[in-house]
Every structure is written in C-alpha cells, then in structure tokens.
C-alpha cells in the first residue's frame, strides 16, 4: 500500500470507531510505515503499556507500606499490653 | 545554517568547572559517569549536526522564541545579549545531561530487553516477530533519541515510567492479592471490613465518587503511615523520649494510643483491602496519579480522539493545497503586522528581503506547528504518516509557496 492509501483506511478506521480493527490493521501493515513512524508505534505502545505497570507498581508500594504499617501498630500493641 | 565555533572556545576554557562528572542513573540510580558526553559550546557549534540537534531541536523545545533569536545573531555574527547567553549555558547543561542519559537509555534497550518488553505486550511481541529484537531495539532507540531532543516532556514522562516500574515484578497478581489477603487475616481485618461502600449498586455507583473515596481514604492511609514513621511525633513520644515511659504508665494515654493505633489500623487495611477488588484498584491508581507527583499535566494539543485528529488535519495538514491556503490566510496577516500595505512599492532588494523572510517564516511555524501535536500509540501512527507525507523540510515548504 502506498502512504496515502495507509492513511485513507487508518482514518476509515479511525472514523469508524473500531480500535482492534485499527491496531490489527497498523500491525498487520507495519513494515510498510516510515522508519520514524514505525519508532512511534512502537514506543506509544510501549508507552502504554509503562502506564499499566507504573500502576501495579504504586499499589505494590502501597501494600509494601499498608503491611509495614501494621507490623509496626503490632509491635506497638504487645508492647502497651505487656506493660499492663 | 553553519557557524565558527572559535568565538566559544576561550569561554568555555575557563567555565570548565570542577563539578562533579558523576550523576545517578536515570533508571536504575546507580552512578553514571557523564564526563564523556560533557561537550562545549564550542564543541557543539563546530559539528553541524551536533548544533542542529542542540540547537533547533532541544534548545527549540524549551524556548522557540528565544532560540530562533540566537540563531538569528549567530548566522549574522552579533554578539548574545545577556539573556541569551544565560539561555544557551543552561541549555548546555541541560543538553550533556539528556545526552548522558540518552546513551544509559540506549544501552539498556538491548535486543533482550526487546523480549522482556514484547512479553508484556503482545502488540510489541508482533511487532519483534516480524523485524526480529535488533531491528526493534534500533527503531526504540531512534525514537527515544527524538524525544530527548525535541520533546523532553514525554522523554522524561518515559524515564520516570521506567524507574518507577525498574525492578517491580509484574504478572504475579494473584500471588500478591493472596499474599495481602493473609497480612489481613493475620493482623485481624476482615475481607468484608472495608470498602463494602465501592460494591457495586451499593452507596457508590458512579467512577468518579469511588475514584473521590479512594481519595479520602488515601489521605487518610498517607496520615496513618507518616504517624508510623520512626520519626514521627507519635512513635517519638511512643519510644523515643522521656514521655513514652509517661505514656505507658499512664492508662488513660494508653487507651489514647490504642485508639489511635486502631484507627490508623482501620485506615491502611481499608486501603490493603481495596488494592484487592479490581475496581477499588483502578480507583486508587487513577486518585494516586492524580494527586501524586507523576501527575501529568494535561498536554496541549494532544491528539487522544477523532475530533482531535480532526482538528489537527485542519490546522496543520501537510498537503501542498491544505498548505497553500494556510500560506495564502497568513500573507495579509503578516503584510498587516510589518504595516506594509503594497509590496510593489517596496524597492526590488526590499521586496525580496521582505518575501524571503515571510516564506521563512511561514515554514519554520509549518513544520514547529506539527512537533506540537502529542499522540498515544492509536493516533501516533495516524499523526506520523500524515505528517510524512507532505513537505519535510523549510526549503520543501517554502518551494509550494507564491506572492
């Protein structure tokens, strides 16, 4: 396919409003992309995917901190009852 | 545009500063030793091609106005003012550090790192199955070096991604909820204690208030773990000095103080509790970004939906005729500005100063206007081949254009 013709079906698809459809078709047709266009593809998806790991990796920060936490009230607890 | 280095030379001699040559890694923090990407001015203006990436790509980026000044006074040979010369050593500084940490970025974007990248996401592990890891880790390293130098907002956005999930294992997500699950067990807190509210059909029914109630409870987790720190003022009174013996002998402070611990226990289980229901999860990420410093600004001239691209394709539109009419709205307008109401009666060098530098000037916000536009992996293949298919260069601009 030449570029113009790329760009016509992504914007059908596009316009269509089926993003499998327009992610299969970018895939299926990637070697056919301008080097930098390739480049951009692959880094945006990238990009993506750095978004959903950023957010695993805050909750598992979050649950690292949360159990800490409670260790330490634990800690803190045995120690006041001891005491009584 | 080619200009002597020699004017820089001697100045940078003497502003070579004993300064540290090593800074942290930008993902891993480890130490990196950036004293072979340090370059001088000099350096940079005696390499064509150095000085076009230092200078009308990063320098660009940061401030177009004031760059397009300098390139201006260099290509003239005038001296900088003040402003401009502190605009340019900053720059420098700012430009061997994205350099060094460019490279470190470059080095780990190995083959291998490819199929660890691809393992994560089936779209990239497509891609690597056609053009095979070394192909893949070229075209990640040419395009992460487009960011560095002209767009070092999402470059920095990317690093900061990649430090924050550096050695963060994922894919173990039930092994974690079960691991979280027997901390609640273990210290007492019941699965149905907290967040019965984010049910769905119950008290929250919309996103938005689930997302406001991850909010609240998080500023109150966030208040729970800071009391909890060693240095806190309550673990400070608790063991640290002379009033936690006070504390302990005193039974109306102690019931104080198991009250708090209570309360503060309640708080962080309700939210180790809503890190286990997928919903409450998002919920938190979403009010974790949104309050946090990873933040991300809402980005002018994001392209995120069709009308989006829409808009960009009227504004910015590469095609010779699309162009053509741009340049044509444009003429009146900038003839206005230089208060010139009939080039004909401009003298005939005046006339060409004065179009040549129109045409100049018309191309140059033509091909800055399309760097502007940011796009997310859907729309960034649709942007990238609009724009490849038209002029790419201010000469390939200027040649659609006529007086």
């Known amino acids: ?84 | 545009m080619s200009m002597d280095g020699g004017m820089y030379r001697m100045r940078d001699a003497h502003k070579r500063m004993k300064r540290s040559e090593e800074t942290a890694h930008p993902v891993t923090d480890e130490e990196m030793d950036v004293s072979e990407h340090e370059r001088t001015l000099g350096d940079i203006m005696q390499n064509k091609k150095e000085q076009d990436k230092f200078l009308n790509r990063f320098c660009s980026d940061e401030d177009p106005a004031m760059t397009q000044q300098i390139t201006t006074a260099l290509e003239s040979n005038t001296l900088l003012n003040p402003d401009q010369d502190k605009f340019l050593s900053k720059m420098l500084g700012r430009y061997n550090l994205r350099t060094a940490e460019l490279e470190q970025i470059r080095e780990m974007l190995t083959p291998e790192e490819m199929m660890r990248i691809g393992e994560n996401d089936p779209r990239i592990q497509r891609v690597i199955d056609k053009i095979g890891p070394e192909k893949a880790a070229e075209l990640f390293g040419k395009e992460f070096e487009e960011l560095a130098l002209s767009d070092g907002r999402q470059f920095n956005k990317l690093v900061k991604q990649m430090r924050q999930v550096h050695g963060v294992e994922s894919g173990v997500g039930q092994e974690l909820d079960e691991y979280v699950r027997q901390q609640l067990t273990q210290f007492g807190i019941r699965e149905e204690s907290y967040w019965e509210a984010t049910k769905t059909g119950m008290t929250v029914e919309t996103e938005n208030n689930l997302r406001r109630l991850a909010r609240e409870n998080l500023t109150i987790f966030g208040s729970a773990i800071e009391s909890l720190k060693d240095r806190s003022p309550f673990m400070r009174a608790m063991f640290g000095d002379s009033r936690s013996i006070h504390l302990m002998k005193n039974f109306e402070n102690q019931t104080e103080v198991l009250q708090s611990l209570d309360k503060y226990r309640k708080a962080i289980g309700r939210v180790l509790q809503g890190t286990l229901t997928p919903e409450v999860n998002m919920a938190i990420q979403k009010a974790m970004l949104e309050g946090g410093e990873v933040r991300e600004k809402k980005i002018e001239n994001n392209v995120t939906s069709l009308q989006d691209y829409q808009g960009v394709k009227n504004d910015a539109n590469p095609d010779p005729d699309a162009t053509k009419a741009r340049w044509e709205k444009y003429k009146p307008q900038e003839l206005a500005r230089r208060k010139i109401k009939n080039l004909g009666s401009l003298s005939a060098v005046d006339r060409g100063r004065v179009e040549d530098e129109m045409k100049t000037d018309f191309a140059n916000k033509e091909l800055e206007r399309r760097k502007g536009y940011r796009a997310g992996a859907a729309f960034a293949a649709l942007l990238g081949l609009l724009f490849a298919t038209g002029p790419q260069t201010e000469d390939e601009v200027k040649n659609l254009l006529t007086f």
Do not use: C, W
Request: proline residues 1%; aromatic residues 8%.
């Open chain 1, 1 to 84: 396919m030449t570029r113009n013709e790329l760009l016509q079906e992504m914007e059908r698809l596009v316009v269509a409003g089926d993003q499998k459809a327009y992610e299969e078709f970018v895939l299926a047709h990637f070697t056919e992309f301008p080097e930098e266009v390739q480049g951009k593809i692959l880094v945006g998806f990238y990009s993506e995917t750095l978004d959903k790991q950023e957010g695993s990796a805050m909750i598992a920060q979050i649950r690292q901190q949360g159990v800490e936490a409670l260790e330490k009230i634990e800690q803190i607890q045995a120690a006041i009852e001891k005491k009584e």
